[in-house]
Antibody, heavy 115, light 107 residues
Framework: EVQLVESGGGLVQPGGSLRLSCAAS????????MNWVRQAPGKGLEWVSY????????YYADSVKGRFTISRDNAKNSLYLQMNSLRAEDTAVYYC????????WGQGTLVTVSS | AIRMTQSPSSFSASTGDRVTITCRAS??????LAWYQQKPGKAPKLLIY???TLQSGVPSRFSGSGSGTDFTLTISCLQSEDFATYYC?????????FGGGTKVEIK
């Protein structure tokens, strides 16, 4: 069974940092591109970042470029999102999703940026 | 960025109704379109990919059509478990974009 499990969310002050993780199982992680997608409370879905299967290609949404860094460790079947200089508007549930068509999503991890 | 416009943003329907949700892309995206269902507090669930291919395990009352810029999601006979929010999403570009969502409520 394909499974994606996010972790690392929590409450952080504005300007602070968090590192999210996404543990993958049930499929050949190294064969798939991955994405981070977020959803602010009561709002729609917003794509955050993309990483190719080999990490050779990376993209970011303009709203997080220069502050967030996506990475992966195919040996550990894990995806990461390092989030720095966090702002109130980054408050959201963060999901990892497999591939462009989002065939599998994790359950999400809540990031709250507040003083 | 490719903009995805969904309509309507919400509507009320009854069990057994046939419902249609539309999604328009700001530029041609071929058939690189997915539809998701999301219930409160849950992750989105993939229903359809490649505009019209039903994801494994999804009931056949769901169907998708379209290509280029105009797409539709149809639920042929609405069931109680179908009341949810639906999103379209393009993956023609690596910079994914989503429609604003359509909330289907009980009449």
């Amino acid at each position: 069974e394909v499974q994606l499990v996010e972790s690392g969310g929590g409450l952080v002050q504005p300007g602070g940092s968090l590192r999210l993780s996404c543990a993958a199982s049930g499929f050949t992680f190294s064969s798939y591109s991955m994405n981070w997608v977020r959803q602010a409370p009561g709002k729609g879905l917003e794509w955050v970042s993309y990483i190719s299967s080999s990490s050779s290609t990376i993209y970011y949404a303009d709203s997080v470029k220069g502050r967030f860094t996506i990475s992966r460790d195919n040996a550990k079947n894990s995806l990461y999102l390092q989030m720095n200089s966090l702002r109130a508007e980054d408050t959201a549930v963060y999901y990892c999703a497999r591939g462009g068509s989002g065939s599998s999503w994790g359950q999400g991890t809540l990031v709250t940026v507040s003083s | 960025a490719i903009r995805m416009t969904q309509s309507p943003s919400s509507f009320s329907a009854s069990t057994g109704d046939r419902v249609t949700i539309t999604c328009r892309a700001s530029q041609g995206i071929s058939s690189y379109l997915a539809w998701y269902q999301q219930k409160p507090g849950k992750a989105p669930k993939l229903l359809i990919y490649a505009a019209s291919t039903l994801q494994s395990g999804v009931p056949s009352r769901f169907s998708g059509s379209g290509s280029g810029t105009d797409f539709t999601l149809t639920i042929s006979c609405l069931q109680s478990e179908d009341f949810a929010t639906y999103y379209c999403q393009q993956y023609y570009s690596y910079r994914l974009t989503f429609g604003g969502g359509t909330k289907v409520e009980i009449k």
